[in-house]
Every structure is written in C-alpha cells, then in structure tokens.
C-alpha cells in the first residue's frame, strides 16, 4: 500500500498520471494483494517446518525474507519511476558489467534510496508490533491459505498494465519467460535472408553529386525521439538547430528505430542486420555480414567512430573490430584538455558530453582527396541529464516556457523535467557547434550528414507504446537540389541500402551481388502511408 502510494505520488509530480487515486492506482493495489497472497500460501510450508524444528526459526525466517521482498519492490518501483518502464522488459539481455554501468550513471545508490529502505524496515517493524496483537483472529479462519488463494486467483481476472503491476512479480516472469523461450528455428532454405534484387535509387533525383565519392557522416543522438523534433512536436521548442535544419533538409518525420534501447541503433543503421535473440552485438560469433562500414572501407573509404564514453558498452568495440573500422574514438582516448560530464549524486559520470565530443573529433588531422565514413554517438541526453552550464540552460528552458503556447500537462512534464529539456538544449548547441566546423572543412561541400535518434528518451511520459520508436530522420548536404518533409513511414533498416544505392547509381563501386538486408529503399512519399513491414525489438529480451 505505501509503496503503491509512493509510486503514483512520484509519477504524479513527474506528470505521468492526472490523479494519485485513480482507477489505475486501485488495480495495482489489486495486483499487491495478488502478490502478497501467493507469498503467504508460498512462505506458510517453511515456516511450519521450521517452527516445529524450533521455534522462532521459522518466524525469523519469514520475516527476513519478507524484508528482502519489500526492499526489492522498493528498488523495482524506483526504477520504473525513472524510466517509466518496469525492470524485466528493459534491462534484461544485458551483461552485468552493462547494468552497473547504467545504474551507476542513472543516479547509483544514493543516499535517499539508503534512507528509504530504512523507512521501509522500521515500518514493516512498527506495524507487525502493533498487528501482532491480532494474529490470533487469523488461526480462526480456515484454512487462511484457501483466503489467500482465492485472492490469488481473482487478480488473474483483473487486467493490469507495468504500471499497476507488482514490480517483483513482472520481473520473475520475465525472467521465467525469457529462459524457457523457444528460439529454435528450423528452414529448408540454408540463408532466407539473402537477396539478389537492387535496392531502387530513391535518393539520386534530390543530389548534384561531385565527381569525388562524398564523405558520409552519421549523428545518432541519445534519446531523439520525434516528440521533441520538428514541425508539430510534442514538446517543440527545445531543439532550435534541428528544427532549422529539417526544413533545409530531407526529412522523415515519421522514421521508426528498430529497437526501445540504444543497442541497436548501429547494426540497424549502419548494416540493416537482423537481431538475435538478445540484439545483433550480442551474439557469441558474429555471421559473415556487409555493413556500410565494410562496402564503403572496400570502395576506398576511410571509416572512424566516434563517442565520448566506453565503448565496451553494449559490444560496441567488439563489433567494430569485426568491421576493421579505421579509427575509433571513445572515453580512453581524450586526454586532459577535454572535461568530462559532472558527476552524478553517486559520483559515476558516462564520460564526455556532447560539445567535446565534437570538438576532440574536429581536432584530429583528415587527409585531402579521400572519402571518409564518420559515425558519431551522443550520450549528453541521457540520465542523469547534467548538461555542462545547467543553470544556464534551465534558465532558458524557463524564457522558453513563458514564451510558448504549451499549456496542462505538457507544461507540467516540462516544468518537472526542467533538467531533461535542458540538456536537450545543450545537444542542441553541440549540434550546431558540430556543423559550424564541419563548414570549415574543405571538402564540406561534398558531404552527406544523417541525423537521427537511437530511440525517444525515456524519463518523459510517451502517448503510446509506438512513442519509443518514433525518432526523426534528417538527411543533409550542400548537395542536395531539393529539400522535402517526407510524412511516409521508413525506419532505420532501409538507411544503409538507400545511401548505397545512391552511391552506385553514380560512382563504379564494388558492391556484392547477394545481400540481407533486413530493410530496403526509404520511401519518399510526401503523404502518410504505411507500406513496409518492419520488425521492431523492444528490448535485449
């Protein structure tokens, strides 16, 4: 009851739900009774045996394992408070390594979570004290586990969504459910995956291309989702360059990430490869595969990747030795003139923001006359959102608030989340920075910039399960002859064989006659449509 309380409280203040004690609050108190029942009948067998072994055994037994249970739904709801997903469905899939990073630098173990499992402790005490006294009543049902089936049951007839579920329950069996699942998988055709036909050169009408192969230079921003970018946003107004740039731009307003989290923005993006059952980059041994990287590194290209934090995490360094990439940056290798992310309460910072990150790339030497292949990574738009100049950049989330038209529930998140729209400004920034020296390059006027997001960020409420997918699709160049908003849906999968197809249609490549890609040609559509089937991965699990 109090932690039900506490977690739609939270949410509450954050503007996730519109009333503390709704409907949906009285189902997760449903859901609590349906947990704590099917605990009792569970805990009644060990404590029987073990208080007729001796007594008070059993009784401390089960009043330790009932501690541990409380602090662990504790945990789990303040996770789910800050992500707004339940643990089970996000994090599963990943290494341990991985996790500790991402609690680590999400905020860690802070001392507030300290204090409150001593609160949960001293109450769960102060009310068996006062309780105690009336035990005696419960020996005259019979049999009280029947009570508690019974209650078990009538929650399996009440629909409940991960907000009013029981956290510890979702995650058991999650858990269950992923180490029993049937991944076997059983075809007459040795590779259904491989195709002979071309991908159409949707792209070639809209670019003047030079003589010389254009460098190609990919951004993917942490958390970029469609809410915050572009004509119509949800909440517009706090990415000013982006929204420039989308109408200089061709530009899918409605392009779909291929996975919830982070880990499958590259292999989606950059070779459209299937997923595995955990992600591509989690797989023991990676397939014979073609990637941007590789086609491009064959035709002459020089490839580099760029990101200011480990690039152990997700894989990331393993899949790009696999490709022979040329140059990679991450966290190791900036050296004392670049400053690092703030710490967080917990004293964890994910490594260089988004500014540095630029600025340590636009200092590395770039040799004339070779076609390069760049991919960028951003973190700064991801918890614990401290952007470099915090005051600075809230203050003018503030200007911009008081000067909008964003009004209810909108402005509420906003103003809760006055951090998170923050740092969207500083990325922003670092964007433009990004550009205004990428002009000072003398072969800018032959590059093509792809701007995207891995996925939506998560702190901020989304409208619907979709909202986690929907990210922005900015395709750049001097080059370009025409600009265009594309409203037609695409999603990452169909990037890589698009830019190739281009790329063919105007230079004598070396391309491979079979490929798998899991997308094909963008669709350049101006009007809505939807026509593509498009597989989506929600998580590692």
Same mark, same amino acid.
């Given at each position: 009851?109090?932690?039900?309380?506490?977690?739609? @409280?939270?949410?509450?203040?954050?503007?996730?739900?519109?009333?503390?004690?709704?409907?949906?609050?009285?189902?997760?108190?449903?859901?609590?009774?349906?947990?704590?029942?099917?605990?009792?009948?569970?805990?009644?067998?060990?404590?029987?045996?073990?208080?007729?072994?001796?007594?008070?055994?059993?009784?401390?037994?089960?009043?330790?394992?009932?501690?541990?249970?409380?602090?662990?739904?504790?945990?789990?709801?303040?996770?789910?408070?800050?992500?707004?997903?339940?643990?089970?469905?996000?994090?599963?899939?990943?290494?341990?390594?991985?996790?500790?990073?991402?609690?680590?630098?999400?905020?860690?173990?802070?001392?507030?979570?300290?204090?409150?499992?001593?609160?949960? &402790?001293?109450?769960?005490?102060?009310?068996?004290?006062?309780?105690?006294?009336?035990?005696?009543?419960?020996?005259?049902?019979?049999?009280?586990?029947?009570?508690?089936?019974?209650?078990?049951?009538?929650?399996?007839?009440?629909?409940?969504?991960?907000?009013?579920?029981?956290?510890?329950?979702?995650?058991?069996?999650?858990?269950?459910?992923?180490?029993?699942?049937? &991944?076997?998988?059983?075809?007459?055709?040795?590779?259904? *995956?491989?195709?002979?036909?071309?991908?159409?050169?949707? *792209?070639? +009408?809209?670019?003047?291309?030079?003589? +010389?192969?254009?460098?190609?230079?990919?951004?993917?921003?942490?958390?970029?989702?469609?809410?915050?970018?572009?004509?119509?946003?949800?909440?517009?107004?706090?990415?000013?360059?982006?929204?420039?740039?989308?109408?200089?731009?061709?530009?899918?307003?409605?392009?779909?990430?291929?996975?919830?989290?982070?880990?499958?923005?590259?292999?989606?993006?950059?070779?459209? *490869?299937? %997923?595995?059952?955990?992600?591509?980059?989690?797989? +023991?041994?990676?397939?014979?595969?073609?990637?941007?990287?590789?086609?491009?590194?064959?035709?002459?290209?020089?490839?580099?990747? %760029?990101?200011?934090?480990?690039?152990?995490?997700?894989?990331?360094?393993?899949?790009?030795?696999?490709?022979?990439?040329?140059?990679?940056?991450?966290?190791?290798?900036?050296?004392?003139?670049?400053?690092?992310?703030?710490?967080?309460?917990?004293?964890?910072?994910?490594?260089?923001?988004?500014?540095?990150?630029?600025?340590?790339?636009?200092?590395?030497?770039?040799?004339?006359?070779?076609?390069?292949?760049?991919?960028?990574?951003?973190?700064?738009?991801?918890?614990?959102?401290?952007?470099?100049?915090?005051?600075?950049?809230?203050?003018?989330?503030?200007?911009?608030?008081?000067?909008?038209?964003?009004?209810?529930?909108?402005?509420?998140?906003? +103003?809760?989340?006055?951090?998170?729209?923050?740092?969207?400004?500083? @990325?922003?920034?670092?964007?433009?920075?990004?550009?205004?020296?990428?002009?000072?390059?003398?072969?800018?006027?032959? @590059?093509?910039?792809?701007?995207?997001?891995?996925?939506?960020?998560?702190?901020?409420?989304?409208?619907?399960? *979709?909202?986690?997918?929907?990210?922005?699709?900015?395709?750049?160049?001097?080059?370009?002859?025409?600009?265009?908003?594309?409203?037609? &849906?695409?999603?990452?999968?169909?990037?890589?064989?698009?830019?190739?197809?281009?790329?063919?249609?105007?230079?004598?490549?070396?391309?491979?006659?079979?490929?798998?890609?899991?997308?094909?040609?963008?669709?350049?559509?101006?009007?809505?449509?939807?026509?593509?089937?498009?597989?989506?991965?929600?998580?590692?699990?």
């Amino acid at each position: 009851l109090v932690l039900s309380i506490y977690q739609y @409280t939270t949410l509450y203040f954050k503007g996730v739900v519109d009333i503390i004690f709704g409907s949906s609050f009285f189902i997760a108190l449903v859901h609590q009774i349906g947990f704590t029942s099917v605990v009792g009948i569970a805990l009644a067998f060990p404590f029987n045996f073990w208080e007729n072994f001796r007594p008070r055994y059993g009784f401390r037994l089960i009043f330790v394992v009932l501690i541990v249970l409380l602090i662990i739904e504790a945990m789990l709801i303040s996770y789910y408070c800050t992500a707004l997903v339940p643990l089970g469905s996000d994090l599963l899939g990943y290494s341990l390594d991985d996790i500790k990073t991402t609690i680590a630098n999400s905020g860690g173990m802070s001392v507030s979570l300290i204090i409150g499992i001593l609160v949960i &402790i001293g109450m769960f005490f102060g009310l068996y004290r006062i309780t105690s006294k009336k035990y005696h009543y419960i020996s005259k049902m019979y049999p009280f586990t029947i009570i508690l089936f019974s209650l078990f049951i009538a929650t399996l007839f009440i629909e409940g969504k991960p907000i009013n579920q029981n956290k510890t329950q979702y995650l058991a069996l999650n858990l269950y459910e992923t180490s029993t699942e049937d &991944i076997s998988y059983n075809s007459d055709i040795e590779y259904p *995956l491989i195709k002979t036909q071309q991908t159409k050169n949707v *792209l070639g +009408e809209y670019f003047e291309l030079k003589e +010389e192969k254009p460098n190609i230079v990919f951004i993917m921003v942490e958390g970029l989702g469609r809410d915050f970018v572009g004509e119509g946003a949800e909440y517009e107004g706090f990415t000013p360059f982006l929204d420039s740039l989308t109408k200089k731009s061709l530009y899918w307003e409605n392009c779909l990430s291929n996975t919830g989290r982070t880990f499958g923005v590259l292999p989606s993006l950059i070779g459209s *490869l299937p %997923f595995g059952k955990s992600g591509f980059m989690e797989l +023991e041994k990676y397939p014979n595969k073609l990637t941007l990287f590789s086609i491009l590194k064959n035709n002459g290209y020089f490839t580099s990747y %760029f990101q200011g934090t480990n690039s152990s995490f997700d894989n990331i360094d393993r899949f790009l030795l696999s490709e022979n990439v040329d140059f990679v940056l991450d966290k190791s290798g900036f050296g004392n003139q670049y400053t690092m992310q703030e710490e967080d309460a917990a004293g964890s910072s994910w490594g260089y923001p988004d500014k540095e990150l630029f600025k340590k790339s636009m200092s590395l030497p770039r040799e004339n006359g070779q076609p390069r292949m760049e991919v960028y990574m951003t973190i700064s738009t991801h918890e614990p959102f401290i952007p470099p100049n915090q005051e600075l950049y809230e203050d003018k989330v503030e200007r911009l608030l008081a000067k909008s038209s964003h009004s209810g529930k909108i402005k509420k998140v906003i +103003e809760k989340n006055d951090n998170v729209f923050a740092t969207l400004l500083y @990325t922003d920034d670092a964007l433009k920075y990004a550009f205004e020296e990428f002009k000072k390059q003398p072969d800018y006027d032959n @590059t093509i910039f792809i701007i995207t997001g891995d996925h939506r960020l998560i702190p901020i409420p989304q409208r619907n399960n *979709l909202s986690r997918f929907h990210v922005p699709l900015i395709m750049y160049s001097p080059m370009l002859k025409t600009t265009k908003k594309i409203s037609a &849906i695409s999603s990452h999968f169909d990037v890589t064989p698009s830019i190739l197809a281009l790329l063919e249609g105007k230079y004598e490549l070396k391309m491979p006659k079979r490929v798998a890609w899991m997308g094909g040609e963008l669709d350049m559509n101006a009007e809505f449509r939807s026509i593509k089937n498009i597989p989506l991965m929600r998580n590692k699990n």
